[in-house]
């Protein structure tokens, strides 16, 4: 048998699947727009200088395709079966994106009306109305005991738990009021997830078991496969996978505490949410831990809506759209001073306490 290119069995174009990683919203778009995803190249394959057919990897003149380690590699199809070329590890079949695309929710608008709050007899938010518009990243700032803790608790219902605590107002995830009787208490649960200030996965369990814990809390049945691509893409959405996907039948307490902050929202990603709220999830963490856990935010804003309690003026500007300004006079419940683009809201504030606070005259 020579060497010659030509007795290689030539592929055709149909024969060769690209894998690609599970595409983000933004990305579905542009490729509906005929672009291709995001920092994707399409892999180039060597080509046979005579019939311009493409060359199997590892032919003579094959050189592997451009970016494949990078996003999980190919596979071509051949006479001799299917041959992997690269990035075998993280490889998936399309039908697999496929179901990955089809999992999301779509994405949701949460929408508070008039708020009002109590713990017994002493109120706490006053009318609150603010529009959390969907697929963007709101930012509540306000000083420390204004409520807005109090404010992110309404919104999935946790405020309720609390004995002496009674609210008033709507809070319509989608147009549908989430404190409606006719609806249960665990969807909205589902349907909105929380993220708090402390990391709080459960220690003795496994990272693998930590991020399907809410799979039993919601009722949800998945077989060993639907688990398995669950634990992977939950965590690969929360930027953890890297780390963890060979040791995840250690226990989930084993992480540092930015790695267990991601393995809670994995978790919370896991229930496929449509809103994520996170209250000051970065302010026991360090710089880079900070840094990760905003760039996931702004990956996952793609897929669920985001609202985040901080007091860290630099995260606000950097992963929010937009940004509501809390605060309770001596005595007063708390109310929403000025929201709006966080653009404007730092940039050029209407209310001068909205500009004291941004520029830390006071807090
Ligand atoms: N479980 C509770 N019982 C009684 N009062 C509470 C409780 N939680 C919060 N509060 C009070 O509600 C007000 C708002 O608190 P919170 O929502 O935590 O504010 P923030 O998150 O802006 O710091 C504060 O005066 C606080 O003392
Ligand atoms: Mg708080």
Redesign the pocket.
Same mark, same amino acid.
Request: net charge neutral; proline share 7%; charged share 15%.
């Given at each position: 048998m020579s060497d010659s290119p030509t007795d290689v069995p030539a592929p055709t174009a149909e024969d060769i699947t690209t894998v690609m990683p599970p595409l983000s919203r933004r990305e579905q778009r542009r490729i509906m727009k005929g672009a291709g995803p995001r920092d994707w190249v399409p892999p180039t394959v060597a080509t046979h200088p005579d019939s311009g057919m493409p060359l199997a990897p590892g032919a003579p003149g094959a050189r592997p395709y451009a970016n494949a380690d990078q996003y999980g590699g190919a596979i071509l199809a051949t006479p001799q079966g299917q041959q992997q070329v690269s990035g075998a590890e993280s490889a998936r079949s399309f039908e697999q994106q496929l179901l990955a695309v089809d999992d999301r929710p779509p994405l949701a608008e949460l929408d508070a009306q008039n708020i009002s709050?109590w713990? *017994?007899d002493?109120q706490? &938010?006053d009318r609150v109305s603010l529009t959390m518009p969907a697929g963007v990243i709101t930012s &509540?700032i306000?000083?420390? *005991?204004? *409520?807005?803790?109090?404010? &992110?608790?309404i919104l999935n219902r946790m405020h309720e738990l609390?004995p002496?605590?009674s609210l008033a107002g709507e809070v319509l995830l989608d147009g549908e009021d989430i404190y409606d009787p006719s609806r249960k208490l665990v969807d909205a649960r589902k349907h909105i997830g929380m993220v708090f200030q402390k990391p709080n996965p459960f220690p003795a369990m496994s990272i693998y078991d930590n991020v399907l814990a809410g799979l039993k809390l919601t009722g949800t049945r998945a077989d060993r496969d639907r688990r398995d691509y669950l634990v992977e893409t939950c965590l690969t959405k929360a930027g953890l996978w890297k780390e963890v996907r060979d040791r995840l039948r250690a226990p989930g307490g084993g992480l540092s505490g930015g790695q267990q902050q991601r393995l809670c929202i994995a978790r919370s990603l896991a229930v496929t949410p449509k809103v994520l709220l996170m209250?000051?999830p970065c302010s026991a963490l360090d710089p880079t831990s900070t840094r990760v856990i905003e760039e996931t935010m702004l990956e996952l804003v793609d897929d669920v809506t985001i609202v985040i309690?901080t007091h860290n003026m630099q995260q606000a500007q950097r992963v929010s759209t937009q940004c509501a300004f809390?605060l309770?006079a001596q005595g007063q419940? *708390?109310h929403i001073v000025e929201h709006g683009s966080t653009e404007a809201m730092f940039s050029s504030p209407i209310d001068s306490r909205t500009f004291d606070y941004v520029n830390g005259v006071f807090g």
């Open positions: 709050a713990f *017994g002493h706490v &938010l &509540l306000g000083p420390s *005991g204004c *409520g807005k803790s109090t404010f &992110l608790r609390i002496s605590a209250d000051e309690v809390f309770a419940p *708390g």
